[in-house]
């Protein structure tokens, strides 16, 4: 036998339905209004003579012949944690995935990328830029032809020489800067503070330390 | 297969969402961007040009006020001309003439051949050591070069990429989505993708290369039709990494009718398959990537995929509510309607859309957001035919083509399905109308600043 349908239950459905359909559309048409007005004026609308800030220039290269080496470097990774003896020359970009530790007179010829905490020795060359993830220190005398650019502390000793190369340099850290009795115009920024100390002996991580101290014996 | 078709979207509604409160609630990766300006290392500009008379003047002009030093040996501009039939030649002439640091490059005998081919040619007259690219109708801020070599600073970073932003989008309705739609795509979805050291894309404009990096893995490849997506994932897998800046803002001009639309979407979805059919299981195997890059790639190089899915997952479900299934089966076509609402677009979900709106604090473009479903509707046609014209792209045919580094020589060609996408130009027409939006809003600029002037003229003679 053949079931007659219930006219009542269809309506409600198609209120229902209706309603719903309404709703959808209701949406479309706050977009359609919105449309239908001039543009908003975005942040991003166009300031053709933006320029940027004049910024404390890097001091003048001192040190005749610190050209770019046109060379194409070849770069390294390596794993774990890695310790580079006195007067090593490094010919290629190096990609460190653990601390890095350099002994005194090492030259780097390429870029430098260290996950983990960096000590740079004393007199050590770094002919392009260094990007270290954990803290890092320059020990005295070094020279950073291009940029520095870290995540944790940043110590500096005496001496340190940055942005010398053609391309110029400058230093970016996200935690606090230490620099020890900083001489002459150097770009410097720091998310957290800059601190010119008389010695780093009293700020400097006492696990840094440890670092520093294997790498004397 | 309905279940998997949405357990596949969940998937991108979680990696959506997880970009959306990264970018949102999370700290920034400052992209070396303190360092703009300081770090200025030699730079080579290439700019592809087919037919570019009505752009070609304003992007040169750009490059000629750029905040960068000049010398030629550290900044050069390589206009290349690529057979071009119009005022294109005689306008990169007139540049390279007055201008030393611009070299015009002419394509006469072998031109016309696409983008990618164009490119390589340009590699060969670069001589620096970063490579950035641009296309012609861009219009790139004076700050825009130091702020994107700045990443290169670090020794792992290969490539970069700016943020685009389009300047005529009250031109049209299509222009005005496009606009939200790469908002979202850049705001939230690069710069979380940069911040959760994912995968970054490169775009194939507003960013650039290592010319080492680029020689290692053979330069541009002329086989596909996005090549920017092709390198992303070659660099990726050579384990280099590209630096997302967002704060490098270059203006572009936005396609203004559904017709523009389709075609370039067509392109960067059969572009974007041809990627995915070389690169997935490449990517599964990588001994670089980490487990989340590639969960990440995977879903990447699938993106242009997701509307043909959800069309098939609209079409099981309703056939499944028609044929009497159990009575959840209903819940499908609308679940995926939602899926795909939150899940489609170019990389710009409803709310990466929304997020990067509120951070632009573009208020009233949120009301917009609606109107995003026209384009989805667009994407789930227009992806699912791309994807099947992808398929019968898959096998390349030989040709002698001349390319980048002789000592590499691309012997592929693409024919299929009627088309013959490679070696030719498949670019959106140029309307020229960025200029315009460009000046107009400078002129507004300027009067403004003359109504403030003369009003505190007005005050200070008030004062006396």
Partial sequence: MRREADPLPTFGYLEILGLFIGMIFLCFLWGIWEYKKPKDPGPLFIDLNRTIEKRVRVRECSVGGLTQNPSVYETIRVRGDLRIPKGEVVPYNMIVEGNLTSQEDVIFQGGLHVRGRAVIGVRNRLEKSIVCQKELLLSEDVIVYNCIDCEGLVFIKNGVRIGLGVEGGGIASASTIYLENARGPLRIHSKARIHIVGTLEKVIPKDLEQTIEVKVT | ?464
């Fill in chain 2, 1 to 464: 297969m309905l279940l998997v078709i949405i357990a596949i979207m969940s998937l991108y509604i979680v990696r959506h969402f997880r970009f959306f409160s990264n970018r949102l609630f999370k700290e920034q990766r400052r992209c070396q961007q303190d360092l703009a300006g300081t770090f200025r290392p030699s730079v080579s500009i290439l700019i592809p040009m087919h037919k570019e008379e009505k752009v070609a003047t304003s992007i040169l002009e750009r490059f000629v006020e750029m905040d960068y030093p000049k010398d030629a040996s550290r900044y050069e501009v390589i206009a290349i001309d690529d057979g071009s039939t119009d005022a294109t030649p005689s306008i990169v002439d007139e540049y390279a003439s007055k201008f030393s640091f611009i070299k015009g490059v002419h394509r006469v005998e072998n031109g016309g051949n696409g983008k990618p081919e164009a490119l390589n040619v340009g590699l060969k007259v670069a001589s620096n050591e970063i490579i950035l690219i641009f296309d012609a109708d861009y219009l790139p801020p004076q700050d825009c070069i130091e702020r994107l070599v700045a990443p290169f600073v670090d020794v792992e970073v290969g490539g970069v990429m700016g943020r685009v932003v389009p300047v005529n989008s009250p031109a049209s309705f299509v222009s005005r989505i496009i606009d939200i739609e790469r908002a979202g795509g850049y705001q939230i979805s690069q710069q979380a993708r940069y911040n959760l050291n994912l995968i970054p894309q490169f775009g194939g404009t507003v960013g650039g290369f290592r010319r080492s990096v680029l020689k290692a893995v053979g330069g541009f490849d002329e086989t596909k039709l996005t090549e920017d997506t092709d390198l992303t994932y070659k660099l990726y897998l050579h384990g280099w990494k590209i630096a997302y800046v967002n704060a490098a803002e270059c203006y572009e001009e936005a396609v203004l009718s559904w017709e523009m639309r389709e075609k370039q979407l067509t392109r960067w979805a059969i572009g974007h398959d041809q990627c995915l059919f070389e690169y997935f299981f490449k990517t599964l195997k990588s001994p670089v990537l980490t487990f989340w890059q590639k969960v990440d790639g995977i879903l990447l190089l699938g993106v242009y995929t997701t509307p043909l899915l959800i069309f098939v997952g609209w079409l099981i479900g309703i056939f499944t509510y028609l044929t009497g299934g159990p009575w959840w089966s209903s819940l499908f076509p609308a679940i995926l309607f939602v899926f795909a609402y939150n899940s489609i677009g170019n990389f710009a979900v409803f709310a990466e859309v929304g997020g990067s709106l509120f951070l632009d604090q573009r208020r009233r473009s949120i009301w917009l957001l609606p109107l995003m479903f026209v384009d989805l509707l667009a994407n789930v046609w227009v992806c699912s035919r791309a994807f099947f014209k992808a398929i019968f792209l898959r096998n390349p045919r030989p040709s002698q083509v001349e390319t980048l580094f002789s000592e590499r020589v691309h012997t592929k060609t693409l024919n299929g399905f009627g088309n013959n996408y490679a070696h030719q130009w498949d670019k959106t027409e140029r309307s020229g109308n960025g200029l315009l939006y460009y000046t107009a809003v400078a002129t507004e600029l300027d009067v403004t600043n003359h109504v403030k002037k003369a009003e505190i003229k007005r005050n200070n003679e008030k004062r006396g």
